[in-house]
């Protein structure tokens, strides 16, 4: 349902209205019922960078592309940066880089990025870029579990200091890597939870899912009632949600 001219004159009617349909909310979103509108919406804002494209272009011609983050969440990400004049950040999960790289170059000269990942099947396309783009120096590239390298942070004398914390990794591993997270951000800062649509596979019985999706699942449940943070959960690429640290 699309919301009429009359209807916008009285907004509390119309959202009564939706509610009986809805469940409470409206949900209408013009990308999906336009399916037009998501390649419109890539041709009139991605500004990928040459090198960030060359090295999206690499990471599609190799299996397990869909593991690599979209250019258009990338650049929302870099946005959020922006906003936030962000120079220390976490990334839970680097697979071949890409979303490593988009946040390096957005980086300031001063800037970090704490890049997390597990030591099995790496990639040769990170380096390569992250050398390629002149960002090298500022990722800090960690190969072990990542709840480890986090609590490792910890450890030393870290806690509080980090502006953003993006979590893209084992989806069992979602829960500890979002509170070990809200402990590295400092008030203000922003865990950025990936997937937290995961592919639709949220809307059926929680009994009957997969333990990944019910993991995500019950997070999303526990980061909607969590008085720590503020939130939003947005439908960019597979669901993106936001929570940002009370100060
Ligand atoms: C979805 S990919 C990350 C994609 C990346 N953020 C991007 O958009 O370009 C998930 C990554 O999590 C890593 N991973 C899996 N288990 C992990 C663990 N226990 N600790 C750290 N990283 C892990 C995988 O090796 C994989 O590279």
Redesign the pocket.
Known sequence: MTMGSEDKKDLGAWYKMVSAENAGYKETLTVTEHPGCFPYLLKNSLREQPVLKELREQIMAEPMAG???SADEAQFICMLMQIMNAKRIV??????????LAMALQLPSDGKIVA???PY?WSPLPEKYWNKGGVRDKIDLRLA???ESMRKLIAAGEAGTYDLI?I???KD?YPVYYELALELLRPGGLVLVDNTLYHGTLLGDPEKMKVDSRTIHELNQRIHKDERVTIAMLPVADGLTIARKKE
């Not at 990334?91 to 490593?100: A, I």
């Open positions: 593991s690599s983050a990334e839970v999960g680097v697979f071949k880089g890409y979303t490593t997390l990942d597990v099947e579990a990542a709840d993006f893209d990794a084992n591993g």
